[in-house]
């Protein structure tokens, strides 16, 4: 909770519960007193985690009189391109957990076929007559 003003006047402004209704990517941590952006954190790409606020991947977030309305941080991090990615990345990860598909089934037939078949090789010893199947087969 953070203190503002002073005297009888002074108030105090934490992080909102109700935030999550409209930030479903929002995560909060009791310990750090802050908010972060769980799809960021976990699923954007590498190249573009310089485009994101690092109060949302690592810092935290706690200017919690700036969160939300027009030019909040909330509002403004949720229209932000890389957000939107990372959210899809996110989305699609849970919806084939849900499914339980495997990346072979979600990939196209032909690009499936290889990656199973690479990937059957990995998992068998690395023998000369592996490697030759595996040469064969691509």
Sequence with gaps: M???GSGNKAKFR????NWYKQFPWL??????????CYCCRHFLLAGKRGSVKEAFV???????KRATGKDGSLTS?????????????WLTYKSMIKSAQ??????????SRKLCLHQDCLCSSASDSCTANCTERS
């Design 14 to 17: 934490s992080f909102n519960p």
């Design 77 to 89: 991090h949720n229209a932000s391109p890389s957000d939107k990615d990372a959210m899809v990345l």
């Design 27 to 36: 995560e909060y941590s009791v310990v750090a007193d802050a908010a972060y």
């Design 2 to 4: 953070s203190r503002f």
């Design 58 to 64: 690592a810092d935290g977030f706690r200017n919690w």
């Design 102 to 111: 495997s990346v072979c089934s979600l990939a196209s037939k032909t690009s």
